[in-house]
Structure formats: C-alpha cells, structure tokens
C-alpha cells in the first residue's frame, strides 16, 4: 500500500472501511499495508482485535502478529494469541517470522522458549534460521540453547554474506569446536573489506593461539590487514585499536612464531610499523593485551636487520610512545629488554621513552 505522505487523505476512508468489512476474512490484509506502511496503530487496532478473536489460529496470522509488533503494538495485545497460534504452527517453516517478531520487540523469551526449542532441532539449517538465532541470542536467549544448530548453520553457510549475525555471537564464546574457529576465519577471508572481518579476528582472540588453525589465521590476517595498513592508508582510532589487537595475538600464537608463518607476520608488523598512523600515545591497549613478546618482537627483528635504528627512528618512537602508556606493572617486566637495547643499539633519547620506574 503506497500511503507515505498520503496517509492523512486516506486515514478516514480505510476507517471507514474497516467500519463496514469488519468481519471480513481478508481484513488483515488491509491492516497489515496499513501498519507496514507506517499508519497509526489506533486506526486499525480495534478491527485486529475482531479479527483475531475468530482467526488467530490462521497461518495468515502470522503477518497481522508481525505487523503489530514491528509498529510498537502493544505486546499483550497478541501475547496470548501467539501462544494459541504456536500451538499449531510452532514447527512451520513461517513460525520463525513470529518468533522474530515477538523477540524483536522485547517479548519475554519464555512465551517461545519450548516451541522455538523444537523450530530450530526442525530448521536449524535453514537459509533464513540465522535470522532466528540473531533474535534469539539478541534477545539474552541462552546461548547453549542454540550452539549446536547454531554450529551446524554456520559450517554450511560460511560463503554467505548473511553469516555475519551468527559468527559475531559464535567468536565470543570461550568454547567452540575447532572447525567453526575455521569457520569464522573463512567467512573473514571470503569477505576481507566487510567492516566486520577485522571485529570478528579480535573478537576470536585466545582462538587464534590455537595450533590447528595457524594457516587459516596467518592467511585471514593477510587478507583482512593488507588493505587496513598499507602507507597509504590512515585508519581510524578505532581500527588502529582492533589491528594493535590482532598483532598482540598474532605475535602470541606459538605456530606463527617459526618458519614462513613468522616471515608472513614480520612482513605485516613491518608494514603496520611504518604506517604513520600506527601506534603513538593512542590508543592505550587493554591490561591483556601489553605483552612483553610485542616488544621483544622488535627487538628480534632490529636484529635480523628489518628495522634500523637510524633509517627506523620514527617508527620507532610512535612504536615506544604505545609501549610507554601501558601500565607500570607490565612495563616493569621490560626493564631488561630495555637495558639490552640501549647497550646493543646506542640511541640518544630513543630508549629513554619508555620510562620504567
């Protein structure tokens, strides 16, 4: 129904309207185009009520349940029909337009809870079930009510785009088989430049130290970080903030430390090194995250010749000036490095940025 700035003209004529058919069958088609085009819920609010009074229970019902709901209807007003309505169609394919609708709207969990329960174990891999755990889980739905046929979505959809809602809910948690890790990251790699393909590395975090996925981690990052950290690029605080992050694990997984996968993170600390805009005063990392291995990183590769304390000396300072805003505790475990530093590689006031006391 096309009434958007129309709607004062025919405001009264469907009132009208739905005076006289108001116990017609397909009056629900006329307030549904009502309240999906944005109309006041007053206008149609009493038909609903008669018409459900005799059809709540119709399939058709659905679209009256989630039309009122989307347009901040009143939630007891269909709370009890809903239940009626789940009664018979809580394993139909369209109950997950309900169960969207009702959480969505802040419904309490319980009303769904046991019909919803049986929906997924029948649909848990449907194209359009990951839109049911978003609003399940969105909802403060419990997690381990979901996991397993959130699991199974995933592994099947990983290509998708539309995997995005689950492998947010999916990197959070502390315990997940090591196939959906690779899960997660393939979604990453298929889809580098999505906004959220570096939120989801960070949100893997301990995931990535595991040993089973260090290809699919080093082959992710190239992925994801390469268009974030080239010299031409000047990324926000906030990604700044996420990247720091995803060296501190890169540098802490123990398979990345040896062999092609250490070149491969060297290459990219290298790059985001000497990009101007790479770690300074800001942003200050997170407690966990000042590891001494970060700065002992530097230190290897001033070693191996790959940073230079003359040509280097800029992007050293921007890297000490991060490394002096971490807490004193965890700069006090630096002392020694510190100390090795500034007897190996003699530079007047570079060392002394980091002030440990």
């Keep these: ?9 025919v405001k009264e004529s469907i009132k009208t309207w739905l005076e006289e058919h108001k116990t017609d069958h ?24 008669t018409w459900l009074e005799e059809h709540k229970t119709d399939l058709d019902a659905q679209f009256i349940y989630r039309g009122w709901l989307d347009a901040g209807g009143e939630k007891e007003v269909v709370k009890d029909p809903i239940k009626v309505w789940l009664e018979e169609h809580k394993t139909d394919s369209e109950a997950g337009f309900v169960y969207r609708g009702w959480l969505d709207a802040g419904g309490e969990k319980e009303v769904v809870k046991d019909p919803i329960k049986v929906w997924f174990e029948e649909h848990k891999t449907d194209s359009e079930a990951d839109f049911v755990y978003k609003s399940w889980l969105e909802a403060g739905g419990e997690f381990s009510f979901v996991s397993s046929s959130a699991i199974l979505w995933l592994h099947q959809n990983y290509d998708k785009l539309e995997a995005v809602y689950l492998t947010k809910f999916l990197a959070k ?11 997660i990251l393939m979604w990453c790699h298929k889809f580098p430049n999505n906004e959220d393909a570096l939120w989801r590395l960070t949100q893997l975090s301990i995931h990535l130290l595991r040993e089973e996925v260090g290809e699919e981690v080093i082959t992710t990052s190239e992925a994801v970080l390469k268009p974030r950290i080239s010299l031409d690029v000047l990324p926000s605080k906030l990604i700044r903030g996420q990247i720091t992050t995803l060296f501190s694990y890169l540098i802490g997984a123990p398979i990345l430390r040896s062999g092609s996968y250490r070149n491969r993170v060297d290459s990219l600390l290298l790059t985001w090194l000497k ?13 966990t995250l000042q590891r001494p291995k970060y700065v002992q ?9 790959e940073l230079s304390i003359s040509e280097d000396r ?5 890297f000490l000036y ?10 006090s475990q630096l002392y020694l490095k510190i100390v090795y530093l500034k007897t190996n590689y003699p530079a007047p006031g570079l060392w002394d940025i980091v002030e440990i006391k």
């Design 314 to 318: 800029e992007t050293l300072e921007r």
């Design 26 to 49: 397909d009056i629900d088609f006329v307030c549904r185009a009502w309240l999906e085009a944005g109309g006041e819920i007053e206008i149609v609010q009493d038909s609903i009520y």
């Design 322 to 331: 991060w490394v002096d805003s971490w807490d004193s505790e965890k700069k």
């Design 275 to 287: 990009n101007p805009s790479s770690y300074g005063r800001y942003p200050k990392p997170y407690f």
């Design 297 to 305: 990183r530097i230190i290897e590769l001033l070693i191996a010749g």
């Design 173 to 183: 948690q502390k315990d997940i088989p090591v196939e959906t890790v690779k899960d």
């Design 1 to 9: 129904m096309e009434v958007e700035g129309e709607k004062e003209v």
